[in-house]
């Protein structure tokens, strides 16, 4: 655990990979079983009929393995989720998103906030004092989900760690990348395109999480 968030694999949905309710829930399950710790529900259509379904489920699902689930972008959607799942839903906001210390006044204390924080500790010392819960940077590598998110040095994870608030790496972590951006310091890794679009997302999930556990380990078993 890294302040109350636990450390490893952090799964993002995508709609255009999980173009309906069947492949989401069933592709969530999976990498839920296989062992990611934190599952953001990232969905830009304007569906809100679909979103509120989808997240319901999404929720439901999450509950039955222990994790938390994260909304993205939507305080409202969080807030809803939030009555029925109280502290197992939180909420992603970027810098476009609504201000995260609002979203802290209506989630309350103990709701995890994430931030966008891009390359930029300035951002991650607003967010830090803004009352975020973890401070997410990147994209560190070529992303296919977002190619044009902005870029970011490794550096920034290492320098992020005076705001002891648990670091989350994104854009473009998968088997070869994975181990370098736990090395720079994130707690988290945020993943989409590497789990979702795989055939076989247990396996993918296995393979991620298998960078990331110390040599160590291997040595004692
Ligand atoms: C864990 C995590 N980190 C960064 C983002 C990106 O958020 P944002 O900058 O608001 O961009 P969109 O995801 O809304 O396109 C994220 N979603 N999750
Ligand atoms: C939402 C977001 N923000 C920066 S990169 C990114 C997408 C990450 O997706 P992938 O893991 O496929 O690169
Ligand atoms: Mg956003």
Request: hydrophobic share 50%; net charge neutral; with cysteine.
């Amino acid at each position: 655990m890294s302040g109350g968030l636990p450390q490893g694999l952090y799964a993002i949905t995508d709609s255009q990979l999980l173009p309906d309710d069947h492949s989401l829930l069933a592709a969530c399950e999976q990498a839920l079983a296989a062992g990611v710790v934190l599952l953001q529900y990232r969905d830009k259509s304007a569906d809100a009929a679909r979103r509120w379904r989808e997240a319901t489920a999404l929720a439901a699902l999450c509950e039955r393995f222990g994790v938390t689930l994260i909304v993205n972008d939507d305080l409202a959607l969080a807030e809803r989720l939030q009555q029925r799942w109280g502290g197992r839903v939180g909420l992603h906001l970027g810098q476009q998103d609504t201000p995260l210390a609002l979203a802290r006044q209506r989630l309350g204390g103990a709701a995890i906030i994430g931030a966008t924080c891009h390359a930029s500790l300035t951002l991650a010392a607003q967010a830090a004092d803004a009352g975020a819960s973890y401070l997410a940077f990147g994209r560190f590598f070529a992303s296919r989900t977002k190619p044009e998110a902005p870029p970011a040095p490794l550096a920034v994870l290492g320098e992020a760690a005076r705001f002891g608030l648990p670091r989350v790496a994104i854009g473009g972590i998968e088997a070869a990348t994975i181990a370098t951006a736990r090395d720079a310091g994130a707690e988290l890794l945020a993943v989409v395109n590497a789990i979702f679009a795989s055939p076989d997302i247990a396996a993918a999930v296995r393979a991620l999480d298998t960078r990331l556990t110390p040599i160590s380990e291997f040595r004692n078993r």
